[in-house]
């Protein structure tokens, strides 16, 4: 049966290293980290996450502030705060929460976040340095799966790795993330065909297509190491509802020799990681070497 990998252990951990780093941020340069969250609109799961997020920042030292906007708010409003946040010594890390109304350009307005301050990672400028292996800011999930990985892993060179879709948020910044760790690469998306076998030969699986439970544990290798990106929200039997990942988890358990859940696998350390993100920020931005422990 497969070990389970804990994301909330792991994000406990980096969030005590990312409380200490803040500390010392405060006591030796008088720097509190600033994160300023963007809010357009009244979605109930954006609400809720943005209110999380908030809550674990000021919980490790670093500073929130939230602008929460109408959904009616315009394209040329929106960009206007970017811009006064982008000059604010105060913020260190900017997040515009997504999806944003549909009136609104998203590409835009990612755009127009200063690249040093851009702690999701999805300005072009961190997109290309993500690309060619330089320092920028990696998006945060795949960061945070990078983690889990390592923590279970330790060494990924030589691995074959499989990532099931292609977003700009989590499947092509995983296939670099991957790649410059030495990982063999497979990017498989909804025109691959067989799929099943595809996956077979991946020692390490990264399931991110939004399919509520497409893989079987059958598609799997024996001791592939699973990653499970995805939270769909279906309907049970009883009529009730429950959250479930893009991996058929229980039949995955009997093959994998390790599995992410889901809720509690990547989605703890996504925040953490936005966190994370917002500390290196705040230390390139005054030139100031992170702690090493």
Not at 28 to 44: M, R
Not at 179 to 190: F, G, I, P, R
Request: net charge neutral; proline share 5%.
């Amino acid at each position: 049966m497969a070990k389970i990998i804990e994301g909330k252990r792991c994000a406990s951990n980096l969030k005590i290293k990312i409380t200490r780093q803040a500390n010392y941020l405060q006591e030796k340069h008088g720097i509190i980290p600033g994160l300023a969250v963007v809010l357009v609109g009244q979605d109930p799961a954006s609400q809720v996450y943005v209110r999380n997020k908030g809550k674990q920042a000021k919980e490790c030292g670093i500073t929130s502030i939230e602008h929460k906007l109408d959904t009616n708010t315009s394209d040329q409003e929106l960009l206007e705060l970017i811009a006064k946040l982008n000059q604010d010594p105060v913020v260190n890390g900017i997040l515009v929460q997504l999806p944003l109304p549909n009136h609104i350009d998203s590409a835009k307005v990612l755009k127009a976040i200063d690249s040093t301050k851009d702690v999701d990672g999805f300005h072009p400028v961190n997109v290309g340095l993500l690309s060619i292996g330089d320092k920028g800011m990696i998006p945060c999930t795949p960061l945070g799966s990078l983690m889990l990985l390592q923590e279970h892993l330790g060494d990924l060179s030589g691995k074959h790795a499989v990532i099931i879709g292609r977003s700009n948020i989590v499947g092509k910044p995983m296939f670099n993330l991957l790649l410059q760790h030495n990982c063999t690469v497979t990017v498989a998306h909804s025109r691959t065909c067989n799929l099943e076998y595809t996956i077979q030969s991946a020692d390490i699986v990264v399931a991110a297509v939004g399919v509520p439970q497409l893989i079987k544990g059958s598609w799997l290798k024996p001791g592939a190491v699973v990653i499970d990106v995805g939270i769909n929200r279906i309907k049970t039997a009883l009529g009730t509802t429950k959250l479930v990942g893009d991996v058929d988890f229980d039949s995955a358990i009997d093959i994998a020799s390790a599995i992410t859940p889901v809720p509690g696998g990547v989605g703890p350390m996504t925040i953490a990681c936005l966190l994370y993100n917002t500390l290196i920020a705040t230390c390139r931005q005054h030139q100031i070497e992170m702690l090493t422990t």
